[in-house]
C-alpha cells in the first residue's frame, strides 16, 4: 500500500516554541492530507484538511493562528504548533489521500510533549 | 451530522476466543467504511467495505457491511495477544475532502 511519512516520530520542547511537523506521501501524490490529534485513550479528532496550493480547512474549536498548516507541494503537508504550551502535549496523526481513492493513508504520528 | 458509533467500547477475551466489533453510522452520501487497528502508533489499515453483504477476509480477520441497516461487524477468531490493540472504524464524509470521521475506537485486550 501507499506510505506516508511522518517526521519527527517524537519531540520534546520547552513551553513558548514553535514545533514543526512534516508529513509526506512517499509514492502517491497527495491532493489532500489531514491533521489530527489524539488524546490518551481517545479516537483520533480531525483538526484541519489540507489541501495542495490552498489554504487549510479548520474544525470547528481548531486555532488556525495556533496550528499552522502549509501543503506547498502534492508530497508534502506541515503542521507547525506554534507558542506551544503543556496542554498542546499530544499524538498528532497526519493522513493522506489521493484523488482518485476514498482509502486514505496513515503517517506514524508524533508524540509532542511540551515542558 | 454524521456519526460513527462503536460497541463495546472495550472488550477482554483469552486467548482462543473469537470476538465481535461493531460499528454503526450516519453518514451522507455513504460511499465507504473502513477498518483500522491502533497499536502504540498510528493507525494501521484492515478493510474498506463498498457493497452489502460481501465479507472481506485477512486471516482470522474477517469484516462485512450492512448497508441497509448502516452497520459494519469486524470480527477475530482464534484471538491472540498480538490482537490486543484499539480497532476504529470510520467512514468518509464525501463532502469535506473525504474527511474520516472515526468512532470512538474498542479497546481490545486478549489476555494469555
Known amino acids: 500500500g501507499a506510505v506516508v511519512s511522518q517526521h519527527p516520530s517524537w519531540v520534546i520542547c520547552k513551553s513558548g516554541t514553535s514545533v514543526k511537523i512534516e508529513c509526506r506521501s512517499l509514492d502517491f501524490q497527495a491532493t489532500t492530507m489531514f491533521w489530527y490529534r489524539q488524546f490518551p485513550k481517545k479516537s483520533l479528532m480531525l483538526m484541519a484538511t489540507s489541501n495542495e496550493g490552498s489554504k487549510a480547512t479548520y474544525e470547528q474549536g481548531v486555532e488556525k493562528d495556533k496550528f499552522l498548516i502549509n501543503h506547498a507541494s502534492l508530497t508534502l503537508s506541515t503542521l507547525t504548533v506554534t507558542s506551544a504550551h503543556p496542554e498542546d502535549s499530544s499524538f498528532y496523526i497526519c493522513?493522506?489521500?489521493?484523488?482518485?481513492?476514498?482509502?486514505?493513508?496513515f503517517g506514524q504520528g508524533t508524540r509532542l510533549t511540551v515542558v | 451530522e454524521d456519526k460513527v458509533v462503536q460497541s463495546p467500547l472495550s472488550l477482554v477475551v483469552h486467548e482462543g476466543d473469537t470476538v465481535t466489533l461493531n460499528c454503526s453510522y450516519e453518514?451522507?452520501?455513504?460511499?465507504?467504511l473502513l477498518w483500522y487497528k491502533q497499536e502504540k502508533k498510528a493507525p494501521t489499515f484492515l478493510f474498506m467495505l463498498t457493497s452489502s453483504g460481501i465479507e472481506k477476509k485477512s486471516g482470522r480477520l474477517s469484516s462485512i457491511l450492512d448497508k441497509k441497516e448502516l452497520f459494519s461487524i469486524l470480527n477475530i477468531t482464534a484471538t491472540q495477544t498480538g490482537d490486543s490493540a484499539v480497532y476504529l472504524c470510520?467512514?468518509?464524509?464525501?463532502?469535506?475532502?473525504?474527511?474520516?470521521?472515526f468512532g470512538a475506537g474498542t479497546i481490545l485486550r486478549v489476555k494469555s
Open positions: 493522513s493522506a489521500r489521493t484523488w482518485t481513492d476514498t482509502e486514505v493513508f
Open positions: 470510520a467512514v468518509p464524509h464525501m463532502e469535506y475532502g473525504n474527511k474520516l470521521v
Open positions: 453518514v451522507t452520501n455513504f460511499r465507504s
